[in-house]
Every structure is written in C-alpha cells, then in structure tokens.
C-alpha cells in the first residue's frame, strides 16, 4: 500500500488501543492484498456514497467510478477492508457488536 495516508475510522478512539491496532491491521491487510492505498478506499467509498444516491446495482459499474475519479474495485475494497475491520473488532470486544467503520484518512 503506498504511503498516501494512514487509515483510520470514526470512533476508533472507544475501542481499547489493541483492538483499535488489530482491526486498522485487518483492514490494511484486505487493501495491501487488492493493490488499494487507503486515500484509494477513502476515495472510493466518498464516490459510493455519491452513486449509491441514484444508480441501482446493475448501474454501479467502473465506468461510473472512473467518471469520479475512482474503481469500483477500490470501493470493493473498502467494503471487504470494512468488514475486516469490524469482525476483528467483534472478535475482540463483543461488546461492539454493530459498531460500524467509516474509514478516513488521519494525518
């Protein structure tokens, strides 16, 4: 993943350090192994919120991406980088079962 930012998400400060680490390293470890930066998924799933708003699955294609700068195979990526994310945190502290990721990019 190149060094275009560190991931991060909303709310990362309630977990405890070591589940806030396992489930960043998660979500890494699902983008290195799609070739996606984190400013990639964050992009990404900026455009997704945007077509989600008027293109229906069928719609959502590359092409539609790329108009805005992006892939739908990041925005794939995000998503699976989501879910990483949030079994580990379950995994680690079932007391966050439902706690939703929101990635952005920490300085």
């Known amino acids: 993943m190149s060094c275009d930012g560190n991931l991060a998400f909303y709310g990362q ?3 405890a350090p070591e589940v ?3 489930a960043l390293s ?3 470890a699902v ?4 070739g996606i930066s984190a ?4 992009e990404a799933y ?3 919120l945007l077509l989600a708003e008027g293109l ?3 719609e959502r294609t590359d092409a539609h991406y790329r108009e805005h700068g992006s892939s739908l195979r990041a925005a794939e990526a995000c998503s699976a ?3 990483a994310a949030e079994a580990e945190i379950v995994r680690l502290d079932p007391a966050y079962e439902g706690f939703g990721v929101l990635f952005s990019l920490a300085s």
């Open 31 to 34: 983008l290195s192994s799609d």
């Open 26 to 28: 998660a979500a890494q």
């Open 81 to 83: 980088a989501q879910e």
């Open 20 to 22: 806030r680490q396992a």
């Open 56 to 58: 229906d699955v069928a």
């Open 13 to 15: 400060d309630a977990l």
């Open 46 to 48: 900026a455009v997704d």
């Open 39 to 42: 400013r990639e998924a964050v």
